[in-house]
């Protein structure tokens, strides 16, 4: 499913909001240093990117100064994944645990996960990562407050707010925050959706 089509033809073929999916270090890199200052990730933290695709984000960290490793489902994103950090991306998420990280970041990824495999997808990292930062694009439960989200055909969860803080609590996460917004990701959905994306940072 998440093939060549889907990250460079997405928005021709009407598949995703991809399309020629590359290395852009003008937005990625102050992504991640906005990302790390948000969420006061030490130098000393190790980080997962859990649905890196081809490991970007993995290598704006690194640049930064972190340890970071990627994950992702995607065999094409794997085998094409960004050559400074390919050794770093894994497509076995038991050979990503072998890994020990004290952050995970998860942008733009729980959307495409079954409603029955989310709980369990969380308790898993969960039980190997204490503290995480996750991305949602948020909806009524029927469509998204961003019409733009409805282009990408592997999206499925569409929920609220409310509905995506009960998945955390019942993963066994016991702290939440929460914002609409923080500046520096997704600006420029904010400016026109200020509730369309929900921004989770969570710990057990």
């Not at 942008?107 to 503290?131: G, M, N």
């Not at 991305?135 to 609220?160: F, S």
């Not at 016991?174 to 420029?188: A, E, Q, R």
């Amino acid at each position: 499913m998440y093939d060549e089509d889907y990250f460079e033809h997405g928005e021709k073929n009407g598949v995703s909001l991809y399309t020629d999916y590359r290395w852009l270090p003008e937005l990625t890199i102050p992504m991640a240093a906005r990302m790390l200052e948000y969420l006061s990730i030490r130098d000393t933290d190790t980080v997962l990117d859990f649905g890196c695709a081809k490991g970007f984000l993995v290598y704006a960290m690194r640049l930064l100064g972190r340890e970071a490793y990627g994950y992702d489902i995607s065999k094409y994103a794997w085998a094409h994944a960004h050559p400074p950090v390919a050794a770093r991306i894994h497509n076995d998420l038991d050979l990503t645990f072998d890994h020990p990280c004290d952050w995970v970041v998860c942008k733009d990824v729980l959307e495409h996960v079954e409603k029955a495999d989310l709980v369990p997808l969380l308790s898993q990292l969960r039980s190997t990562i204490s503290r995480g930062f996750f991305v949602v694009p948020l909806g009524d439960g029927k469509r998204y407050c961003i019409p733009d989200y409805e282009k990408d055909a592997t999206h499925v969860i569409r929920e609220p707010m409310e509905w995506w803080a009960e998945q955390f609590a019942a993963a066994g996460y016991t702290s939440l925050v929460f914002s609409y917004d923080v500046p520096g990701i997704k600006d420029k959905w904010v400016q026109v959706h200020p509730e369309g994306n929900g921004f989770f940072t969570v710990g057990r």
